[in-house]
């Protein structure tokens, strides 16, 4: 089981980007895939998810309306798309797997056992 976070970069503030988490080694359809960020110095949180099927989807309030999460079966692979972005999005972005059929978002950062390597993503001018 193996998660590949990718995508990010150096993006003035207002700009966008286009994360990827790619997986391999299972079929990330069936389960929660969630998004999560660490700015420095500070802990790691929860930016959305995304359930299984058609499921739920979950966004934290600093991103609602911004950013978009979405899957692409056929890629096995879940994006994240980010507006209107600000210093304060600045952070490593990890995506993340709890790797059981059936659980929907959000679920706690605890139970997510499978991680990416993260992304980083630097807002600046």
């Known amino acids: 089981v193996q998660l590949q976070a990718s995508g990010g970069g150096l993006v003035q503030p207002g700009g966008s980007l286009r994360l990827s988490c790619a997986a391999s080694g299972f079929t990330l359809e069936y389960y929660v895939i969630g998004w999560f960020r660490q700015a420095p110095g500070k802990e790691r949180e929860g930016v959305s998810c995304i359930s299984s099927g058609d499921g739920d989807l979950y966004y934290a309030d600093a991103v609602k309306g911004r950013f978009t999460i979405s899957r692409n079966n056929a890629k096995n692979t879940v994006y994240l798309q980010m507006n209107s972005l600000a210093p304060e999005d600045t952070a490593v972005y990890y995506c993340?797997?709890?790797?059981?059929?059936?659980?929907?978002?959000?679920?706690?950062?605890?139970?997510?056992?499978?991680w990416g390597q993260g992304t980083l993503v630097t807002v600046s001018s």
């Open positions: 993340a797997t709890d790797k059981v059929v059936g659980s929907s978002c959000p679920i706690d950062i605890d139970n997510y056992r499978y």
